[in-house]
């Protein structure tokens, strides 16, 4: 069966300081893959994406994440986190014999001032 | 891009009366979805449209809940004598195409209180 673990239910971050939010994905073939941040009573908003090609891909707010086959992880991280940053994240994948996102149970990240 | 839009936000209803949500996609996208989120959880799927066309219906979605897709366009989540199993956030996305590299645009949500 297809999944996405986030091993972490929460990371706590001092602002300034880099943080990683990790995720493992289990699906077949080659996948998509994808995060997430949803803010508190608000839909998910898409950060960014893997698709093929360059294993370190950039996205919205400085957030990057890097793929690696082998591990099957693809970790979110930023240089510089915010306090704004504070939010729930989650990873995602699309791959396989599946036609649908499937995302693993978040990650609540608090960067402390 | 007006975004996708979820009606209503919030509904608090009694254990047993019947309850329709609508979404309203971005405007050229073929592809939408609805998922329910609980406290603690990621979004899981509940089924997804393609036009008119519904594809695929997740073994989460008893034969309480229905979905439709009428026309292509807007969509309603009907569920039928809730229970308060049924307390969650339903979630509705929209996406350009079916390939899987496009990413879903979320609607902020309707959350559901069964009392």
């Known amino acids: 069966a297809q999944s996405v673990a986030q091993p972490e239910d929460q990371v706590n971050v001092a602002e300034g300081n880099p943080l990683t939010v990790k995720c493992t994905y289990s699906v077949s073939g080659n996948p998509y893959l994808f995060w997430y941040v949803q803010y508190p009573n608000r839909g998910l908003q898409f950060l960014l994406k893997y698709i093929t090609g360059d294993n370190l891909v950039k996205g919205s707010y400085g957030f990057e994440a890097e793929f690696n086959k082998s591990q099957t992880s693809f970790h979110l991280k930023k240089p510089s986190a915010l306090v704004s940053d504070s939010a729930l994240y989650f990873c995602a994948a699309y791959g396989g014999a599946t036609n649908k996102l499937i995302f693993g149970t978040g990650t609540l990240l608090a960067v402390q001032p | 891009d007006t975004g996708v839009s979820q009606d209503p936000r919030h509904k608090i209803t009694k254990r047993g009366q019947n309850v329709t949500f609508r979404c309203d996609p971005i405007s050229e996208h073929n592809r939408l979805y609805w998922y329910r989120q609980t406290l603690g959880q990621g979004p899981e799927f509940l089924t997804y449209?393609?036009?008119?066309?519904?594809?695929?219906k997740s073994r989460l979605l008893s034969d309480r809940f229905s979905a439709e897709r009428p026309k292509g366009s807007f969509s309603t989540l009907e569920i039928q004598r809730t229970e308060q199993g049924d307390s969650a956030m339903y979630l509705c996305?929209?996406?350009?195409?079916?390939?899987?590299?496009?990413?879903?645009?979320f609607g902020n949500g309707t959350r559901l209180t069964v009392t």
């Open positions: 449209f393609q036009n008119e066309a519904q594809l695929e």
């Open positions: 996305a929209s996406s350009p195409t079916g390939q899987g590299n496009s990413p879903l645009h």
